[in-house]
T-cell receptor, first 112, second 114 residues
């Protein structure tokens, strides 16, 4: 059974640009969550989608957005990139809400 | 607001030297406490879920325990391949809107020397 797949693995952008990250959950999983991981802040919750609806949102500015498609695949978008957005962005999936999360390997975003 | 504090930040052990990692938490209505292992360049890998005080779970050289205020991850006779960052997280709140949201600690970076 394939795990959570995130693309791309690495990304380099400049300030002011926007970026879209993709996540394919484990087959059959309907809940997808996104986390930002930085050395100083650890893992911070961004948002969670379940059946194409955003169910939960963390304390991040509106520049961070996401969506989920009917096949449970998810994308997150960051507009007007700032240097502080440099981080490892992790996607996690679960069969339903309230269950353990399975994480992908992440997308390492560097903003120059 | 849910909070998780892990200690120590880093731990260096000799192979075979047992020890424990600590996770202290404050949460409004604990629905689950999770332990994950993270290797460099990879996402966290699930280890255990604990739901109520007094619960214990084991997997190979690892044993997780839970009280009302903290959790411990005991590592017995560790091997170099146990070197990783160990993350603790809580799932709090309740109701349909809480979902799968986890609040993580900063982790304990464990190094086991041969």
């Amino acid at each position: 059974k394939a795990g959570v797949t995130q693309t791309p693995r690495y990304l380099i952008k400049t300030r002011g640009q926007q970026v879209t990250l993709s996540c394919s959950p484990i087959s059959g999983h309907r809940s997808v969550s996104w986390y930002q991981q930085t050395p100083g802040q650890g893992l911070q919750f961004l948002f969670e989608y379940f059946s194409e609806t955003q169910r939960n949102k963390g304390n991040f500015p509106g520049r961070f957005s996401g969506r989920q498609f009917s096949n449970s695949r998810s994308e997150m978008n960051v507009s007007t990139l700032e240097l502080g957005d440099s981080a490892l962005y992790l996607c996690a999936s679960s069969f339903s809400q309230n269950e353990k999360l399975f994480f992908g390997s992440g997308t390492q975003l560097s903003v120059l | 607001e849910d909070q998780v504090t892990q200690s120590p930040e880093a731990l260096r052990l000799q192979e075979g030297e047992s020890s424990s990692l600590n996770c202290s938490y404050t949460v409004s209505g604990l629905r689950g406490l999770f332990w994950y292992r993270q290797d460099p360049g990879k996402g966290p890998e699930f280890l255990f879920t604990l739901y109520s005080a007094g619960e214990e779970k084991e997997k190979e050289r690892l044993k997780a325990t839970l009280t009302k205020k903290e959790s411990f991850l005991h590592i017995t006779a560790p091997k170099p391949e146990d070197s990783a960052t160990y993350l603790c997280a809580v799932q709090g709140g309740g109701g349909e809107t809480s979902g799968s949201r986890l609040t993580f600690g900063e982790g304990t970076q464990l190094t086991v020397n041969p």
